[in-house]
């Protein structure tokens, strides 16, 4: 597997690139907009074609670049089927592989952050957008999410993996950028250590978060496959814009 973690630096998302040594086809999973030069860039460096782009959900503070991609280059556009987004080209359903040459991406639904959230199995990896981060976990008070069912999607399908599976979040806020199912299961101060579905109720219950600074802009435009506003305030521009710089792992 050809494998590369790409960051955003406005939101703090990784895109990850996983792509097949034997067919050049590759897949970007999380794309953001303001990062598509970047990306691009880095495909060609590796000598890739990029055939899909793979969200995980509905994003609430970015916008993908799913849409520009498949203008751009004619990657197919695959996000879950749940979500019934008329631009997308396959619909991602559970138990149903996703294929990219040899290799084989895994769809499971993990709703909980929001309803129609998905991670994704790929050999030694789980790429679990916002349903388990490293070190706590996605919010459950918007878009559908509750905090029950994401209890059930961690606690029951993600920890239930061996424990060496690598775990790969959408984001991370501190600068790291993997763990692995063992560590999440028993030093996360939400839903690892044992926590039960109560406790772990209590705890979301008890966040108070702000409202989302982008939310009003980013779901409406990702419901589009990736539209960015054209009556976005200014200091709000730079989710839109195009990166100065490009990190990367």
């Known amino acids: 597997m050809i494998f590369r973690q790409l960051e955003e630096p406005v939101s703090n998302t990784y895109t990850y690139l996983l792509g097949c040594p034997d067919t050049g086809e590759a897949l970007l999973i999380d794309p953001v907009i303001n990062s598509i030069d970047r990306d691009l860039q880095v495909l060609q460096s590796l000598g ?109 399908k993600l920890f239930s993996m061996p424990d060496e599976t690598l775990v790969f979040p959408a984001h991370d806020y501190q600068n790291r950028r993997v763990s692995t199912i063992a560590q999440e299961k028993l030093r996360n101060p939400r839903l690892g250590k044992g926590r039960t579905l109560e406790e772990f109720q209590a705890i979301m219950a008890g966040l108070d978060l702000p409202y989302p600074k982008f939310i009003d802009y980013a779901v409406p435009g990702n419901r589009a496959c990736g539209v960015c506003p054209d009556d976005l305030p200014d200091a709000l521009r730079e989710y839109c814009e195009r990166m100065s710089d490009s990190p990367q792992g």
């Not at 916008?63 to 089927?81: C, H, N, W, Y």
């Not at 294929?99 to 991670?119: E, M, R, S, V, Y």
Request: glycine residues 10%; contains cysteine; aromatic residues 6%.
């Open 48 to 156: 890739l074609k990029l055939v899909y782009t793979l969200d995980t959900h509905i994003h609430a503070d970015h916008i993908t670049s799913a849409k520009e991609l498949k203008q751009r280059v004619g990657s197919k556009i695959a996000a879950p089927a749940i979500d019934r987004l008329p631009c997308v080209d396959v619909g991602i359903v559970e138990a149903t592989p996703l294929q990219l040459g040899g290799l084989k991406i895994d769809p499971l639904h993990t709703p909980g952050h929001t309803d129609g959230h998905f991670a994704y199995r790929c050999a030694d990896r789980v790429f679990t957008g916002d349903a388990l981060l490293i070190d706590g976990c996605g919010r459950t008070d918007f878009q559908n999410g509750d905090a029950a069912t994401l209890y059930r999607s961690v606690v029951d």
